[in-house]
T-cell receptor
């Protein structure tokens, strides 16, 4: 168990809908990262937050947004969903610092039908 | 731009065979390098990491990796694989001031009894 909690584990929704994925980082970790894993794209970095502020942005679509709350949990919002958004979405956390590894949650599997 | 290349997409071995998975990266500055493993249906787990110092890094479960700066490589090795090593292996780097991890495409390892 990595200590990173993601909910829900599975999500099935229809095209055009909006969903919210939730992540609670490990105790003491200030940074939260979101990754998308799909068969054709591999593991793609979406966005990073540190102590409530956005720190880095990757290949995140404009239809997607995220935030980190004062209690350090994070939410990833996916809207106007398309079939191609079906993927495994991982959250990871780390303590502050360049040398700290990321610890990953179990992921949320999103299926868009 | 930072990038990670894993040249072997699928590797099939018999138990007790030796393993070497290739990883090359592209980044001109100081890097932190990681190997993660993803067992079927599970989240990514850290196998080992290189920050500085001894270029031969030992990780969990008998894995090791060697950082060769002149070759921009960080290959993963294990002298004798077991069936339980069947998983997908990801090489990743953090470069410069960036906190995000950049992942390679992954190598699927299947170990046959």
């Amino acid at each position: 168990d990595s200590g990173v909690t993601q909910t829900p584990k599975h999500l099935i929704t229809a095209t055009g809908q909006r969903v919210t994925l939730r992540c609670s980082p490990r105790s003491g970790d200030l940074s939260v990262y979101w990754y998308q894993q799909s068969l054709d794209q591999g593991l793609q970095f979406l966005i990073q937050y540190y102590n409530g502020e956005e720190r880095a942005k990757g290949n995140i679509l404009e239809r997607f947004s995220a935030q980190q709350f004062p209690d350090l949990h994070s939410e990833l919002n996916l809207s106007s969903l398309e079939l191609g958004d079906s993927a495994l979405y991982f959250c990871a956390s780390s303590v502050r610092g360049y040398n700290s590894p990321l610890h990953f949650g179990n992921g949320t599997r999103l299926t868009v039908t | 731009a930072q990038s990670v290349s894993q040249h072997n997409h699928h590797v099939i071995l018999s138990e007790a065979a030796s393993l070497e998975l290739g990883c090359n990266y592209s980044y001109g500055g100081t890097v932190n390098l990681f190997w993660y493993v993803q067992y079927p249906g599970q989240h990514l787990q850290l196998l080992l990491k290189y920050f500085s110092g001894d270029p031969l890094v030992k990780g969990i479960k008998g894995f090791e990796a060697e950082f060769i700066k002149s070759k921009f490589s960080f290959n993963l090795r294990k002298p004798s694989v077991q069936w339980s090593d069947t998983a997908e292996y990801f090489c990743a780097l953090k470069g410069g001031g960036y906190n995000k991890l950049i992942f390679g495409a992954g190598t699927r390892l299947a170990v046959h009894p």
